[in-house]
């Protein structure tokens, strides 16, 4: 007699399972590849953390758990003290995101996070958020960044221009210049620089950036207002940048069109540009503020000392709430302001503060001064 | 389910009580699909144990009538089906019963070999499995490739897939499978069309064997098929609705195969068993 | 009858000019597999080239690690480990998917409900991913805050989940109408219940689309970086004395998160990082393609197609 099969018919689901099983599986080194320390000591020791939340006892290691938002470009500075400060405190759960000071001005004033950065002073509508909601905040300028403009390595021509040319280039006005000669009709109305005919494109960061806003109110608005010397009384100077630009909010993408025409011009936060010079990839111009002024290379001393005209202070601010209660943020904030957490603003690129704005940023730290502190 | 079985095995009762051999009685069928009236008005009667052939040119709907014996147009959301079509006096769109219990006793082989994309022993066993029967099938699935003249064939390959086997062979083992839930009807929708002449000559002598324990009925385009193996002929044909310019199918004569293909009644008929038209 | 017709050789050969638009087509379409071809090996050697320096010296390290302010020490395992949480969530919304499509396909009438559904379905497939984005700020992160911790790879993945969910809807839904009509009535012929049709013949058959669909589902929802912006990855994060609840509830950060949180830092050594983070989610997204291949081939063959 012929033995009959028995029928399979759970063999089409073992695939379904083994899908299933790979990406557990999949779950599970990444697991273990992760070295987050706590994963395993929850699982060897679980009595470590009964036995810390059960005693109240303050000499214990440092608990607690905040977000740090803010400025992209104050991003490298905290990431790098962060990243120092759990390595003392690894009770502590901190993470850090940079996703523009815009936003997390938003989030600090909606009391969502305890610490964020910006790379300019919050402004008035988002003063009045926090005020709104009721947070008070304490305010740290904490470095400086260059706002370097740059040009191709190919640039043979422009060597040095003045916020009045980067006017006539980059300002609303100059909407629709395709040619750098097309600047000239504007020039020819103050000192009347005489651009080569080259073909003229613009790069830089977008509307969300600190960058772009800070660009727009030194050199924009500082021409606007009559701070370069021009007539503003006879006329009409307009405040903001050309929109026909090309932006991106990755500065890299802003280096890369930088580097793919020889009369490129754009301009960046000076770790950047810096970066890039080094790497042949940009040509830092030089900045003179008033037209026939003295043309100022951006490097870290003259950035550090005023002497290169586009330069901006970064923030942090501070919930003054989280200040006086969070041990936590208060460590980490002692840590920030430390001079050993300080060198994080020069390794990341930027220019500390001259002593006098460093000793003062502590001392408002130190006495939780809040409120407007700098301008 | 239980109140189904039992209106169904009351109606054989009934049936078998008056002494009537009618396995269906027709009256006044008519199927619509959506605003298309595709049947109209057939009235017949199919007798125990006997092979009934359907014929009639295409869209004549004579499928379409088949597939009314077991509700297999329940599942096609557009049709609509009027009239009464009695299984052993038991009018089958009743609302009490359920076309799956309908199905177990009314089996159906397809135009095109259907097996399914498993062994050939999961396919015969397919039926019973779903009808509820545990344990072992072993028998079951031999006795019904033997009805289906399958066995020798296939004894040593049961669990190799059923899609590996030639056309003829797939369309026997659709029989096979039909055969295994121990149907009292067997629906053949043009069983052979997709075979060769050779195929076909084997399931036709198959449908002469298992004659004496199913009722047959078949649809087929072969008249020559309906000659050969039918008891009785129901000749379909189709007219184009005047108002709508639709197809619309209708039984012309329904007799006795030898009367159809010898001396028919109508001149339709005669046309096309003569190969005049169709 | 015909005349006895005098065939000769040339009016048999092909004329010139016969099938022209078929030689452009073809050579059209052999143009653009090359391009697409060579598109996909540029971005690859691309990648890897930059990535050389770390795939070549440390990859384990760079697999194992932190992001971390040392570009000697910083890695993706944080990513990994979020990308894999957010693909779990999608993985757990499979059967919802699948029997949402059963549902459309099987059982639904055909009436204008399950008709603006279907559409809905398909619209919402395209819905740009930042969309999404919002929809888990508002529904995950703010509404339910209490389940998920607000900002956590918990919000994320549900997020993702829903983006990937009409995905495979629809491409269950399609495999299951691609089932032949022949086989379910076979099924049905033999006195199965629509379920049973379902279970033992409508369903394994279109198995292998299933999952085919749910992989790419799954792809897409690890490549997803806008949802993740929105919703708040962060770019470091360290989990303290958070317990294994607590971390699923915190900070989390994925691999797209990485890949744009390197690209952004400013020094140029750190383009390896991005390169690097890109090649292992390229690896992983080829892996689980590769999966899906053989698997839906494991089917197809036991299927006896």
Redesign the interface.
């Known amino acids: 007699m012929h033995e009959l099969l028995p029928p399979s018919r759970s063999d089409r689901f073992r695939s379904v399972g083994l899908i299933v099983g790979l990406l557990a599986l999949f779950a599970l080194i990444s697991a273990l590849v992760n070295d987050d320390a706590s994963v395993t000591v929850v699982a060897a020791e679980p009595s470590v953390d009964g036995s810390t939340e059960g005693d109240v006892a303050p000499a214990g290691p440092l608990d607690g758990e905040f977000l740090i938002s803010g400025s992209s470009t104050v991003y490298p500075i905290v990431l790098e003290q962060a990243e120092a400060f759990s390595d003392a405190n690894d009770g502590v759960a901190i993470s850090v995101e940079g996703p523009g000071s815009g936003d997390g001005a938003q989030k600090f004033c909606n009391g969502e996070v305890p610490i964020a950065n910006a790379s300019r002073l919050y402004k008035q509508q988002e003063l009045e958020i926090c005020e709104a909601n009721g947070i008070e905040y304490i305010e740290l300028r904490r470095g400086i960044d260059g706002i370097t403009v740059i040009s191709s390595p190919a640039n043979d021509r422009i060597e040095c221009l003045s916020f009045n040319d980067l006017y006539a280039l980059i300002s609303e006005e100059a909407s629709g210049f395709d040619s750098w000669a097309d600047a000239n009709a504007l020039t020819s109305l103050w000192d009347g620089t005489a651009f080569p005919d080259v073909a003229l494109d613009v790069y830089g960061p977008g509307e969300e950036s600190g960058t772009f806003d800070s660009f727009g109110e030194i050199v924009i608005e500082g021409v606007a207002k009559g701070k370069t010397g021009l007539d503003t009384e006879s006329r009409d100077f307009v405040t903001s940048i050309r929109p026909d630009y090309t932006s991106s909010p990755d500065d890299n993408v802003i280096l890369q069109g930088i580097g793919a025409s020889d009369y490129s011009i754009g301009w960046v936060g000076f770790a950047f540009a810096k970066e890039a010079e080094e790497a042949g990839a940009a040509k830092l111009v030089q900045v003179a503020k008033e037209d026939g002024g003295l043309c100022v290379s951006p490097t870290e001393e003259t950035i550090a000392s005023a002497a290169f005209p586009i330069a901006r202070f970064l923030y942090t601010y501070v919930n003054a709430n989280a200040a006086a209660n969070d041990p936590a943020v208060i460590a980490f904030v002692d840590y920030m302001m430390s001079d050993e957490g300080l060198d994080a603003v020069s390794s990341a690129g930027y220019i500390n503060l001259a002593d006098s704005d460093q000793l003062r940023a502590q001392a408002i730290w130190v006495n939780r001064v809040s409120g407007p502190a700098w301008d | 389910m239980t109140m189904t079985e039992f209106a169904i095995t009351a109606g054989v009762k009934a049936a078998s009580g008056t002494g009537a051999n009618d396995v269906f009685t027709v009256d006044g069928l008519n199927v619509f699909y959506g605003d298309h009236h595709a049947v109209s008005e057939v009235d017949l009667a199919v007798k125990e144990r006997e092979i009934t052939a359907f014929i009639g040119p295409s869209g004549c709907g004579k499928s379409t009538v088949l597939r009314c014996f077991?509700r297999?147009n329940d599942?096609i959301?557009i049709a609509r089906v009027e009239g009464t079509v009695r299984y052993h006096g038991v009018d089958l769109y009743d609302e009490a019963v359920d076309p799956?219990?309908v199905?177990?006793r009314i089996?159906?082989?397809?135009q095109?070999p259907?097996?399914?994309?498993?062994?050939i022993?999961?396919n015969v066993?397919?039926?019973p499995r779903?009808?509820g029967r545990k344990g072992n099938?072993?028998e079951v699935?031999?006795r019904s490739l033997r009805s289906a003249g399958l066995w020798d064939e296939v004894?040593?390959r049961?669990?190799e897939?059923?899609?590996?086997m030639s056309g003829g062979q797939q369309q026997r083992l659709?029989i096979a499978?039909?055969i295994a839930?121990n149907p009292d009807v067997l629906l053949m929708d043009e069983p052979c069309s997709a075979l060769d002449p050779i195929a076909t000559g084997v399931i036709e002598e198959l449908m002469k064997e298992i004659q004496s324990e199913y009722t047959i009925i078949i649809v087929t385009h072969n008249m020559q098929q309906a000659a050969r193996v039918s008891d009785r002929t129901a000749f379909f044909t189709a007219e184009i609705d005047e108002r709508s310019g639709q197809r619309r199918g209708k039984l012309v004569e329904f007799e006795e195969t030898g009367t159809i293909f010898s001396n028919p009644g109508d001149e339709r008929t005669e046309a096309y068993v003569t190969g005049r038209f169709g | 009858m015909h005349d006895r017709q005098t065939v000769s050789l040339d009016s048999l050969r092909a004329r010139r000019g016969d099938d022209a638009a078929g030689h452009v087509f073809f050579l059209l379409i052999t143009a653009a597999v090359g391009l697409a071809f060579f598109i996909v090996a540029a971005v690859g050697v691309d990648v890897v080239v930059e990535a050389w320096d770390i795939l070549a010296n440390r990859l384990w390290d760079f697999l194992a690690s932190p992001s971390s302010a040392d570009e000697a020490k910083s890695g993706v395992s944080q990513g990994i480990r979020g990308s894999a949480l957010i693909a779990a969530f999608v993985i757990l919304t499979f059967p919802a998917g699948v029997g949402a499509a059963i549902y459309l396909e099987e059982y639904a009438d055909d009436t204008w409900l399950s008709r603006l559904i279907q559409v809905t379905v398909r619209n919402l497939a395209g819905v740009p991913s930042i969309v999404y984005g919002l929809l888990g700020v508002a529904v995950f992160v703010k509404g339910l805050d209490g389940l998920t911790g607000g900002r956590s790879v918990i919000a994320a993945g549900l997020a993702i989940a829903v983006l990937v969910l009409p995905v495979i809807v629809i491409t269950a839904g399609e495999a299951l109408r691609a089932v032949p009509t022949p086989l379910r009535e076979g099924a049905y012929g033999l006195g199965a219940t629509q379920w049973e049709v379902i279970r033992t013949q409508v369903l394994p058959a279109a198995l292998p689309g299933i999952l085919t669909g749910t992989v790419l589902g799954v792809a897409r929802a690890l490549g997803e970086a806008a949802p993740l912006l929105v919703i708040g990855a962060v770019g470091f994060y360290t989990t303290g004395n958070q317990d294994f609840v607590e971390q699923l509830r915190g900070a989390f950060t994925a691999l797209p998160m990485n890949i744009a949180n390197y690209a952004r830092l400013p020094a140029e050594t750190w383009r390896g990082h991005a390169a690097a983070a890109s090649f292992v989610l390229l690896v992983l997204v080829f892996l689980i393609n590769l999966v899906a291949i053989v698997v839906r081939a494991r089917i197809s063959k036991r299927l006896g197609r």
Do not use: I
């Open positions: 077991n297999m599942l959301d799956v219990a199905r177990r089996g159906m082989v397809f095109k259907n097996p399914f994309p498993k062994s022993f999961d066993a397919y039926g779903v009808g099938l072993d699935v031999e004894k040593d049961l669990s897939s059923a899609l590996g659709c499978r039909a839930v």
